[in-house]
């Protein structure tokens, strides 16, 4: 391809997983044992549970403030220069934009008007190079790049049964 050429190629399909940070590493953990599931498990979107609901207003069925870790596979042994290249434009990025964006197509939040999802973003270089761990110290079977989502604020509207 000469350069300065983009080619566009369709998203793998990304596994969805929740739960805390032990229960994400063992369900990795569960795909490795299979050729199949080895293929399954990256690119991936981690809901961090649990988190707390605020179910104090009327003007809202729930309010709550969670973390996301956006991954994909990586390698010990790049750079910072090869991950931001490889993983974070080319995989994690796109599919942190279209995230973003399902979620302010999905009828179910309330973003206000100007439709901003207030959230605190980071990637994360360092697990590629010298592992993820869980709470508990456990390292991920493998090196990931990821970004960390925190503090992502939802507000799901009440239920319109008129609809």
């Given at each position: 391809m000469p350069r300065g050429v983009v080619k566009e190629i369709p998203c793998p399909p990304i596994h969805y997983v929740f739960g805390n940070a032990q229960y994400v590493k063992d369900k990795l953990d569960d795909l490795s044992k299979s050729p199949r599931g080895a293929e399954m498990k990256f690119p991936m979107i981690a809901l961090f549970c649990p988190f707390n609901e605020q179910r104090n207003t009327p003007d809202y069925h729930s309010k709550a403030k969670v973390r996301i870790l956006i991954a994909c596979s990586s390698d010990k042994k790049w750079s910072n220069e090869q991950r931001l290249e490889t993983s974070f434009k080319?995989?994690?990025?796109?599919?942190?934009?279209?995230?973003?964006?399902?979620?302010?197509?999905?009828?179910?939040?309330?973003?206000?008007?100007?439709e901003h999802v207030a959230h605190e973003y980071s990637e994360n270089y360092s697990y590629g190079r010298y592992g993820a761990h869980t709470g508990t110290g456990e390292e991920v079977s493998e090196p990931i790049d990821a970004i960390n989502i925190s503090n992502l604020e939802l507000k799901v509207?009440?239920?319109n049964c008129r609809k």
């Open positions: 080319n995989i994690l990025r796109p599919i942190y934009n279209r995230f973003l964006e399902a979620l302010k197509e999905d009828g179910r939040f309330d973003f206000g008007y100007d509207k009440l239920p």
